[in-house]
């Protein structure tokens, strides 16, 4: 069967898109992840053609059938030190460019409207911010561009919001501040379907809320916005399967995945695209098996 001729997972909510940036949800949608950071193209500790390599690899996961690029200069890891704007631009700038220009669907995973606006001005098509547009001029800028939004929940900030997340009922408290965000969205101008949901696994939150987050993603779809998880090599599945370093977590990533995509989630941030395509296809096959 080919991918293409799979029914719909994700029908059964009649408030839901039927599309988010020009793409289909009837089908699980792969975002690659493209992290145009020097530590994620290194040699041995040293820095290499870093925009070719970033590039290529975007080619790559593209080849592999990611349908978004998730091009981002700056680390969201629990305890990253924030970049100056001036090298996100020149980390990102290039990366963008050449991956909109070879035809592909872009996202610029920034917290800064300035980066928003000049990744726009390179072609990316989509505005992911791990802040829901809460940085200074964001929802503006957002709004002035014109291009569908990722809205992420996060509580606190990089450098510190593993050391003592709470919540009382964590998956109410997160949607309800992503219903707040993308009602402030709307209220500046932009579509409801420019609009996509994240409850942002691993940040701010403990092994119990990013567990509980997964398996109610389904209460998020009343919102009426279409869902996107990243699970992808997150540190809270070396917390159920011993201490396996992030490039071991593939199989954990897949299994968070099919969990939410079991739950109506549609879009998956993910470094490992071709295991994630794989497994999504037999999973979808196996539920629309006779
Ligand atoms: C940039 N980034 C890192 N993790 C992410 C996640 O889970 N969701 C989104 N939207 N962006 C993320």
């Not at 390599?53 to 592999?64: P, S, V």
């Not at 911010?129 to 561009?145: I, K, N």
């Not at 408290?173 to 409801?192: I, N």
């Not at 409850?199 to 998020?220: M, P, Y």
Request: hydrophobic share 45%.
């Amino acid at each position: 069967m080919s991918n293409s001729a799979v029914p719909s997972t994700v029908a059964s909510n009649p408030a839901m898109p039927g599309a988010f940036a020009g793409l289909p949800l009837d089908r699980p949608q792969i975002m690659g992840i493209v992290n145009a950071t020097p530590d994620s193209f290194s040699d041995g500790g040293q820095f290499f053609g870093s925009s070719a390599a970033a590039i290529e690899h975007g080619l790559e996961l593209a080849e592999q059938g990611a349908s978004i690029l998730d091009v981002g200069g700056e680390s969201t890891r629990p305890g990253a030190e924030p970049v100056s704007l001036k090298e996100e631009l020149a980390r990102v700038l290039p990366v963008v460019e050449a991956l909109a220009r070879a035809g592909h669907c872009v996202s610029i995973d920034t917290r800064h409207a300035e980066v928003m606006r000049q990744a726009v001005a390179a072609g990316a098509g989509i505005i992911n911010d791990v802040t829901a547009l809460q940085g200074p001029g964001s929802l503006e800028a957002a709004a002035e561009l014109q291009r569908p939004v990722i809205l992420m929940h996060m509580q606190g900030e990089p450098q510190t919001m593993q050391q003592a997340p709470r919540y009382t009922d964590v998956v109410a408290e997160v949607a309800a501040f992503l219903k707040a965000r993308a009602q402030a969205c709307l209220s500046v101008g932009l579509a409801a379907d420019q609009i996509c949901l994240d409850v942002g696994i691993g940040f701010g939150k403990t092994l119990a809320h990013n567990l509980s987050l997964l398996k109610h993603t389904s209460q998020l779809l009343t919102l009426g916005y279409p869902l996107l998880v990243g699970a992808s090599r997150k540190s809270f599945i070396s917390k159920i399967d011993r201490d396996l370093p992030a490039d071991q977590r593939e199989a954990g990533t897949l299994a968070a995945h099919l969990a939410a995509m079991q739950a109506g989630a549609q879009i998956f941030r993910v470094h490992d695209v071709a295991a994630a395509r794989q497994g999504f296809a037999v999973w979808q096959a196996v539920q629309y098996a006779d």
